[in-house]
């Protein structure tokens, strides 16, 4: 009776536990749109996945939706599946190398999919988005061997020789924030440009020499070079605002006279000696640079 | 910007002068593309916001536990106390700044501190929501062979364990169950004292259980000097010199480490509390027995913890007096020819005829009622503290879909989730009333569909009956969440409620003077609560 009463008032039994659910949980109206985004985001780590195992040569054995099973390539397994016992074993008795097969799922939600959200049905099938180990580990093992590049441009003509770097920025106290800055120095002019990454990126850039074109000589060395990028970035960091470091400096300041005042007559104490050193440590400011990668591009342009 | 260290890796130039003198060999354009764009992705542009939120796809953090995070990394600087009620999930607020540090590469070296019986709860947690792989010290590990070690407090306190951890440079210490470390005089004090630690989260529902000074011990800890040190802090605010100016000072300094989120404010609709006390008439044979033991007198046992028992179940006092070696009792235990409570929880079971959840102090009473259900056609689980996690699980799941009853006691309260059930009988009462918050939180807390239904037993003319009254009628703790409690504790002063509950049903010479000195007690308790609605328009921390 109650059941039909409900069916005409069109709530099914499934949608008011979902109601209530909703209800204890506290789901906000963003949810929906929010779980959108996270569609958008978990195509383009398919995507990312499925060009980085092509590139590095790994036969796809299934690409659907967004699944994905590849065969990794020797070089692959060494550098992600930590298992150098097994590597140190076949090299002496000479077997044959049986790379890993892997398999990454990157959206449990849709339709398609939804078999693969059970961890116990699905095993052998890794759950990959943005926060997952696999793929930091993979971002990881990329820019390692994708750190030092020489490119020239497909064109029949002079090529400029220039130097880039992509550096990592990293402003440092007891917070964080991080920077992308990718410069160019042209080595013939000692002109710096910066967005140098993506000013080449719709350039034709091969890693060998075309035919009928060739490379001027350079004035700067690559020394030079490499120390004026790094004066270029130095320059650049002092005339930024330094408000975030003279913030944390004062917080550092006040965490030390709260300290004093806690010790007061005790300055000798192992314990306060301690205090003093974490407090400096977390609080300092500082900046970190990173190098990502770069290189030598030979170029058609002499400015950009 | 001056006097900031810049500082340039040098591995890439001397790797690249390599190359150019080797003539390569050179990386690939795509892969060196795509290590631009994942590093771009990874990067946190922002001082301030949670770029955590990106990183998890396993569940949905509620509004309140991400504005904790956020204010605990941004206002705090990563040195606070999670004080939030019973239920709220701090350790998901300690979760998510753990992850903001890791993603953010501020933190490392983790140190997660806790009882025991939670260690594998909290691995579960971390690896299945956040993705961090916790490893669960083992004896001779070596502090330095993982990133991130979850270890019991007892096994880090350990003489060679210490010596080590004190070389060690930790980045973030997570402190679960703080509360254990309001006294300055244990070696759990110390140990956290000694520790290293850039950041450092305490988390307990209980910041102060008894005594202001617990909370200057914990605030200590985080940050020395915070409330200056100790003379001067209780000279200044110990209750009887205390302003109302002092009071809200004390509470601003305070709300600058400890956030503490109450169910009222985080915009969740709890389901409700109907609380039904049940008072039982002891039948004859049971009233000769707690006439008896009322009577009785021993220099190694206090009158008032047989009495308590003989509430309880004869099987209790039974095994208190066996192992005192007292056998003067024991024809008073042997006419008991029935238990009236037990009696009463039976039917009440059958008429609920849904899961129900029964606490008891005594393990002997849990014994007993597990037999006595058993007697009756009844399945029943027990559960305990000291059962091994796989154990706990175990009867979880046993409770979940065999059983119709779980018998807990005490101890087994802590990291127990049972949202599915909707009723609790508290077969005897605590006398603490936050440990009966507890009690009540292990079935009411989010993710809880349905009403809760506390049923408190209490026998009549014995000292339980005295004590609801009190505690549990009166002041009304039920119907207000016990959260406040911990303020109107302090604000009176009342170092010890328990202690002082004690002295007053122990030390009484007559009916008279211990009725006299409980409703004294009970409109202090009622004054200070008055007093507490009043301040309490005003957050206890920041908004």
């Known amino acids: 009776m109650t059941k039909r009463i409900k069916h005409t008032r069109g709530i099914s039994n499934a949608e008011l536990q979902r109601k209530k659910q909703e209800k204890a949980y506290g789901f906000d109206s963003h949810y929906l749109t929010k779980w959108r985004k996270h569609h958008v985001q978990s195509q383009e780590i398919h995507d990312f996945l499925h060009d980085y195992f092509v590139l590095n040569q790994c036969e796809i054995l299934e690409k659907s939706g967004q699944f994905l099973s590849v065969k990794l390539t020797v070089d692959l397994d060494k550098a992600l599946m930590n298992r150098p016992f097994y590597w140190h074993y076949l090299e002496k008795t000479g077997g044959e190398a049986n790379p890993s097969v892997l398999n990454f799922v990157t959206d449990w939600t849709s339709e398609e999919n939804k078999k693969y959200a059970d961890p116990k049905k699905a095993k052998d099938i890794e759950k990959i988005h943005f926060g997952s180990t696999r793929l930091h580990q993979i971002f990881e093992a990329n820019q390692k061997v994708s750190s030092h590049i020489r490119l020239y441009e497909n064109c029949q003509n002079a090529l400029f020789p220039w130097l880039c770097q992509n550096f990592i920025i990293s402003y440092k106290c007891e917070k964080l924030k991080s920077v992308f800055l990718s410069v160019g120095l042209n080595l013939i002019n000692g002109n710096i440009i910066e967005d140098f990454d993506s000013k080449v990126g719709d350039l034709d850039l091969k890693p060998k020499i075309a035919d009928l074109s060739y490379t001027l000589h350079p004035f700067i060395t690559l020394n030079s070079g490499l120390n004026r990028l790094e004066n270029y970035v130095k320059e650049k960091l002092s005339t930024e605002d330094n408000g975030w470091a003279v913030e944390a400096r004062y917080r550092l300041e006040n965490e030390i006279n709260l300290l004093n005042e806690f010790y007061e007559d005790d300055l000798n104490n192992e314990i306060y000696q301690k205090e003093v050193k974490d407090l400096n440590d977390l609080f300092t400011p500082k900046i970190d640079v990173r190098v990502l990668n770069g290189g030598l591009f030979y170029l058609s342009n002499s400015n950009f | ?543």
């Open chain 2, 1 to 543: 910007m001056k006097n900031i260290t810049v500082s340039f890796n040098p591995e890439w130039r001397q790797i690249f002068e390599k190359k150019v003198a080797e003539d390569g060999p050179w990386c690939n354009y795509d892969l060196y593309k795509l290590a631009i764009k994942s590093a771009k992705s990874t990067l946190v542009p922002d001082f301030h916001g949670l770029k955590v939120k990106e990183f998890l796809a396993n569940f949905e953090p509620l509004e309140h536990q991400l504005q904790t995070a956020q204010e605990v990394i941004e206002k705090m600087n990563g040195k606070a106390i999670l004080a939030d009620e019973v239920g709220l999930g701090k350790t998901i607020e300690a979760g998510l700044i753990l992850k903001e540090y890791l993603i953010r590469g501020l933190v490392k070296k983790v140190l997660i501190l806790v009882p025991a019986s939670l260690a594998s709860q909290w691995s579960q947690e971390l690896i299945e929501k956040f993705h961090i792989p916790a490893v669960i010290y083992k004896k001779n590990m070596g502090w330095n062979s993982y990133n991130i070690f979850i270890s019991s407090i007892d096994m880090a306190k350990r003489a060679e364990n210490m010596e080590q951890l004190v070389q060690e440079e930790f980045d973030l210490i997570i402190i679960d169950e703080a509360h254990k470390l309001k006294n300055k005089q244990t070696k759990n004090y110390e140990l956290v004292q000694k520790l290293s630690k850039k950041y450092c989260l305490l988390l307990t529902a209980t910041p102060i259980q008894n005594k202001l000074e617990e909370i200057f011990y914990l605030v200590s800890l985080l940050k020395p000097g915070h409330l200056g040190n100790y003379e001067a802090f209780m000279k200044r605010f110990s209750t009887a010199k205390r302003s109302v100016q002092d009071d809200h000072i004390l509470k601003e300094l305070i709300s600058k480490v400890m956030v503490r989120n109450r169910r009222e404010n985080t915009g969740i609709e709890w389901t409700k509390r109907n609380v039904e006390t049940i008072f039982i008439e002891m039948s004859p044979t049971e009233r000769v027995l707690y006439d008896a033991v009322s009577k009785f007198r021993s220099d190694f046992m206090s009158t008032l913890i047989l009495q308590r028992e003989a509430c309880s179940s004869r099987e209790a006092v039974y095994f208190t007096l066996k192992n005192c070696g007292h056998d003067g009792l024991l024809p008073y235990i042997e006419q008991v020819d029935r238990n009236s409570k037990a009696e009463k929880a039976l039917e009440l079971i059958q008429k609920i005829n849904d899961k129900v959840l029964i606490f008891t102090e005594y393990r002997a009473t849990q014994l007993y009622l597990q037999w006595y259900f058993k007697m009756n056609g009844i399945i029943s689980v027990p559960f305990r503290g000291g059962f091994k996690r796989s154990k706990k699980d175990w009867m979880q799941m046993l409770f979940q879909n065999r059983a119709q009853v779980m018998i807990a006691t005490e101890a087994g309260g802590e990291g127990l989730n049972l949202q599915f059930c909707h009723n609790i009988i508290n077969f005897d009462l605590p006398w603490n009333p936050m440990r009966l918050e507890q009690r009540i939180g292990r079935i009411h807390r989010f993710g809880q569909t349905e009403d809760v239904n506390i049923y408190n037993f209490a026998t009549k003319n014995t000292v339980e009956e005295h004590v609801m009254r009190i505690l549990y009628e009166k002041i009304q703790l039920f119907e207000d969440v016990v959260g406040e409690l911990d303020d109107i504790l302090t604000r009176l002063e009342v170092k010890n409620l328990e202690k002082h509950l004690v002295d007053i049903l122990s030390k009484s010479k007559t009916e008279g003077e211990m009725r006299v000195k409980m409703d004294n007690l009970t409109s202090l308790i009622e004054f200070a609560k008055e007093l507490g609605n009043e301040s309490h328009s005003h957050r206890v921390y920041s908004s």
